[in-house]
């Protein structure tokens, strides 16, 4: 056997130089690489053809790790071209030294794990054989070609070629008939670039493609000057993108906006080019179809405006997909190109090419005559260029096999049953949408810190369970599901581009601030879904979150959400307040207001006597408020054919335990006496509260009880129990997601103001939990205070209360105010329902 390595890195794209930059320099261990390629460059070296060049701005799609290297390059262009992007790639190989690292012009053929060495063992298509003890492959999602489908190629008399392999000497198209097949982002850039160089340009689209304007031109001085001022502030803002360019937030739901309003922010995002028309226009165009229709129909419009034959505009305007469901293109004078004489379209969706003939293109309907074909066929992203390493895992699974179904993978950076081998930007990671060099870096630096805790903590074996990557695989589904990316037809997002290739969610669609703060919190409990030495950590809670839960949380990091902790009192009370914005609207009804005691009563219009809620609104007794609760009140209202009393209570600090119990008892002891003149039944109150409100609910119950007055229900919505309990989802839902051990002590803390611990703060307390009205318990599975919400519902049981417990998994606390956008907080409400029906009579014996 060969040599022996710490670590096989193969490719030299953006990938492949920043990790062996990293592995060697940073890590010091010891590298081979490969390079199928004869020279570094990836992607920027394979396509050279006429045209090609980046959709991210290049000042951010080049590297932010290193400070010299983003000083010392000036981009010429915006989007730089596939020529510069090169020169740049060749530049920081020089400066960083790794070009020593490679082996070029070799291509690995198999990649074989030996368990007992725990090692791998590489071979290459030039007879050498090495072993790793990792290996690091930054093949690329889309280094592979789609193989060709048409027969004959090897027949056609003419000049053939793939974009994807473009000869690297001219290639001279003056007074030639060129054939382009395919549409896509690289079919675009040709056509649009050869239009005025061949004499005959023939375009064979299937599916036209929402292409809008690139926005391309040169950088002038002034320009690189402000560049070069502001790269940090570009950076950060980049990274807190959902795609990793600092763009401006879109101006929320299209489908809120008038139809002027959309027509204003689609023209001024059109103009200024680029992934802004996704991004910077409306918050719903990616997830409804009928929002992303105004933005179909704009683009079609604006094509049918450029293209002066109609018939060929309606052939190139795309109806049978949703804007973004395939990788959107971008074009600089594509649809001009249509208005040359010798610029024609030729649809093969309605007759397909058949073959390629000795002269040109044969489809069922026609023969065509070329001297040049250039296929723009696409690629078989993300599988294949694995595949093609040959890879065989523990007890010789085959990568094929494994992955017969569609792609698994764990953050898309390993894939279990294969220990040591990690992945750049592999299927399920974020990089389709994510500007690739900060993905690239990301991912590298995630790895190359597994690596030093695995090479420090003399680990022979890192790699993700299955159940991690179940997981993962769910949470990608579920979030792409949410979007209208699965009702694209073809689209290589899902891998529909290849025939026969298993359709699934090929990439995380969360955003890069919510992959990244993912991949940070598995870094942080130890590698969480990891096994290191087969000894597996448990999958942490932000890869469990239910797909909805996982995207709203995502928004809120790409907005610079602050951890709740972190924010001051007057924070806290504008984070609940804004929360608001998250419901669903309630529906319109009577509401009384009452001042002593403060509370707003609603009143479905139905005939009486209804049964009542008293509804406490949450926010840790320190904030939220009657307006907070005004949507939710209105729905229970509507849905129970309920009178529901929103009770006000007095907030901590200013006034701490026990001003809320107090207050919260008091409308209670109000409601009895007086729903009646409201159509309300005083013998079907049923007492409710959410988060802290649900503390204050359990709390008011208890003092019915004892106080005499009959409660038909009480329902609590994750309840905070008790300050010092000691429980498994405390520590396991320490850090969140989204609400901290530390809010949580700093709530409890400003609610009690230093008073004793009694069962007015703390119910679980009580003397005697018997003879309360029957509850209802709602927990979340992530949700620290999960347990002694559910211990207490245990509690209630054991004291001969009939309970109902009810755990929603995948949810955090607080979701009960995010109904608009997380659509499984309509299960609560039927929960609620459900249980709000069965109180039909007092229930409760009177003390
Ligand atoms: P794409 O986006 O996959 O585009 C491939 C194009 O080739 C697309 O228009 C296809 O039509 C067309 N195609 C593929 N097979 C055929 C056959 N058999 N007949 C006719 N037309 C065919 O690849 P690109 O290289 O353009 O872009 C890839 C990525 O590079 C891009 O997304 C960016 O991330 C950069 P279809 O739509 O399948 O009907």
């Known amino acids: 056997m060969g040599s022996h390595y710490d670590v096989v890195v193969v490719g030299a794209g953006f990938a492949g130089l920043y990790a062996v930059h990293k592995m060697c320099d940073e890590l010091g261990l010891d590298i081979q690489a490969f390079e199928a390629a004869g020279g570094v460059g990836g992607t920027w070296w394979w396509n050279r053809y006429p045209g090609a060049r980046c959709d991210f701005e290049s000042i951010h799609y080049s590297y932010s790790f290193s400070e010299e290297i983003q000083r010392g390059w000036e981009w010429s262009e915006r989007f730089a071209g596939q020529p510069e992007i090169l020169a740049y790639l060749e530049w920081v190989a020089d400066k960083l030294d790794v070009r020593r690292a490679f082996r070029f012009n070799t291509r690995v053929t198999s990649t074989t794990w030996d368990d007992k060495a725990a090692r791998w063992i590489i071979c290459t298509d030039d007879g050498a054989t090495c072993t790793a003890r990792f290996v690091v492959s930054c093949v690329g999602g889309l280094s592979v070609a789609k193989e060709p489908e048409f ?28 054939a382009v097949i395919g549409t896509g982002s690289t079919g675009i850039q040709v056509i649009q670039s050869i239009a005025n160089e061949a004499a005959e340009v023939t375009v064979f689209q299937r599916t036209p493609n929402f292409a809008a304007p690139l926005g391309n031109e040169p950088v002038d001085l002034a320009q690189r000057r402000w560049n070069a ?20 937030p879109p101006s929320g739901p299209a489908l809120a906006a008038t139809p002027d309003e959309r027509r204003r922010i689609f023209d001024k995002y059109w103009d200024r080019g680029g992934f802004r028309l996704l991004v910077s226009t409306f918050s719903d165009v990616i997830f409804n179809q009928q929002a992303n229709e105004t933005i179909a129909e704009y683009i079609r419009e604006r ?52 073959a390629l003939t000795p002269i040109g293109v044969r489809t069922s309907s026609k023969s065509y005559e070329f001297d040049v074909i250039i296929l723009a066929t696409g690629f078989d992203v993300f599988t294949r260029p694995l595949l093609n390493l040959g890879l065989r895992g523990r007890d010789g699974l085959k990568l094929e096999d494994r992955w017969a179904n569609g792609p698994t993978s764990y953050l898309g950076v390993q894939i279990a049953g294969f ?14 949408l994510y500007n690739v060099p900060l993905a690239t870096e990301d991912n590298v630096n995630f790895v190359a810190a597994a690596l030093a805790r695995a090479i420090a903590d003399k680990t022979a074996t890192f790699e ?22 699965p009702h694209s037809k073809g689209s290589w997002y899902m891998g529909e581009n290849i025939p026969g290739k298993a359709r699934a969610a090929y990439f995380f669609a969360g955003g890069a601030p919510l992959y990244r703060a993912i991949c940070a919190e598995i870094a942080h409990v130890g590698y969480g879904g990891f096994a290191l030495d087969r000894v597996s950590a448990p999958i942490p809670p932000m890869v469990r979150l239910d797909p909805a839960a996982a995207l709203l949380l995502g928004s809120m990091l790409a907005r610079g959400m602050k951890p709740l902790d972190e924010l001051n009192l007057d924070e806290v009370r504008a984070v609940a307040e804004s ?32 049964p009542v809620i008293v509804f406490y609104h949450g926010g840790g007794w320190i904030s939220g408020s009657l307006d907070l609760a005004d949507a939710p009140c209105r729905r229970l209202a509507d849905e129970n054919g309920a009178i529901v009393v929103s009770a006000h209570y007095r907030l901590a600090p200013e006034h701490s335990f ?13 409601v009895w006496k007086h729903v009646g003149a409201y159509g309300g039944d005083p013998g079907r109150i049923v007492v409710m509260g959410e988060s802290a409100g649900a503390n204050l609910a359990a709390v008011a119950a208890i003092r019915a009880r004892d106080a005499g007055i009959p409660l038909a229900g009480q329902v609590l919505i994750y309840p905070p129990i008790d300050p010092e309990a000691s429980t ?87 979701v009960f105010n995010m109904s608009a956008f997380i659509p499984r907080v309509r299960e609560m409400y039927a929960s609620i329902g459900e249980f709000v029906a069965t109180c039909k009579e007092q229930i409760t014996e009177v003390a």
Request: charged share 25%; proline share 9%.
């Open 151 to 178: 027969p004959g190629s090897e027949t056609f008399r003419g000049e053939l070629y793939r974009t994807s392999s473009w000869p690297h000497e001219p290639v001279d198209l003056t007074g030639k008939r060129v």
């Open 229 to 248: 001022e502001h790269h940090a502030e570009l950076r950060a803002g980049s990274r807190q993108h959902m795609i990793g360019v600092p763009y401006d």
């Open 303 to 354: 094509i049918r405006e450029r293209v002066k034959d109609p018939a060929t505009a309606a052939l190139l305007c795309p109806t049978d997909h949703p804007y973004a469901s395939k990788r959107p293109p971008f074009e600089t004078g594509y649809y001009e190109a249509y208005n040359l004489p010798h610029v024609h379209l030729v649809d093969v969706r309605s007759a397909p090419i058949e």
């Open 419 to 432: 220990p040591n081998l990690f992945v750049i930007n592999g299927p399920k990671s974020a990089v389709a």
């Open 464 to 485: 993700a369970t299955y159940e991690a990557e179940e997981a993962w695989g769910r949470l990608c589904e579920g979030i792409l599901n949410l979007t209208v990316i």
């Open 579 to 610: 929360l608001r914005e998250l419901q669903l609207p309630g529906p319109a009804m009577r509401v009384e207001t009452v001042e002593a005691p403060r509370a707003r009563i609603y009143i479905p219009d139905r005939a009486g006597p209804l």
């Open 658 to 670: 026990p001003a809320a119990t107090d207050d919260t008892f008091a409308a209670l002891s109000w």
């Open 728 to 814: 498994a989802s405390r520590t396991e839902f320490a850090d969140g997601p989204f609400f901290t051990r530390a809010i949580g002590e700093k709530m409890w803390g400003a609610y009690l103001g230093g008073a004793e611990l009694t069962a007015l703060a703390a119910p679980s307390r009580a003397s005697s939990l018997a003879g309360l009205a029957p509850a209802l318990v709602l927990t979340l599975e992530l949700d620290m205070s999960r347990d002694e919400a559910e211990d207490y519902a245990g509690a209630l049981a054991s004291a001969g209360v009939p309970v109902r417990l009810h755990r929603f998994d995948g949810l955090f606390h607080g």
